[in-house]
């Protein structure tokens, strides 16, 4: 049976901790971890290939794309792009089928204007769930990969 790679993307400092406990999560789920690998990009050791190789090589290979977007809107390059936003704008070219979830933000909390940009361009692609918590968005990630796999058979 053919494993299904997941490519995890998000600013990584505004979730370390989320992108760490879904993987896991997937990953030792005991129907789950029959169906999918996760990857995740503060995983690899290090490259002498360089990062933005690498990411978009793992779009390429993944089946689904799964966007975790939030307040902040991460590292940008030299051309004042996020790694987020490139990915998601390479999964997009390449039809990859893109999962997103957005985090609801507490009362006071604003968010990052290129990000809120991103979520608008995400918008008009895909249906995105929002979420306030890790295991709320571990569950709906769950029920988006079950959705994901009937749609497929």
Not at 48 to 76: H, M, W
Request: net charge positive; hydrophobic share 35%; charged share 30%.
């Amino acid at each position: 049976m053919n494993r299904h790679l997941i490519f995890v993307s998000s600013p990584q400092k505004e979730f370390a901790k989320v992108r760490k406990d879904l993987c896991y999560a997937i990953l030792t789920d005991p129907y789950f971890k029959e169906y999918f690998d996760v990857f995740l990009f503060e995983n690899l050791p290090a490259h002498r290939q360089n990062p933005e190789g690498i990411y978009l090589d793992k779009v390429t290979a993944s089946s689904i794309y799964l966007g975790i977007f939030g307040r902040t809107y991460g590292s940008c390059g030299e051309d004042g792009i996020s790694a987020t936003e490139k990915e998601f704008a390479y999964a997009t070219g390449l039809t990859k089928d893109r999962i997103i979830f957005v985090k609801q933000l507490r009362r006071g909390e604003t968010r990052d204007p290129k990000m809120e940009a991103l979520i608008g361009k995400a918008s008009t692609a895909v249906s995105y769930k929002e979420f306030r918590t890790t295991a709320e968005l571990q569950r709906d990630v769950m029920r988006s990969l079950l959705l994901w796999q009937q749609e497929r058979r």
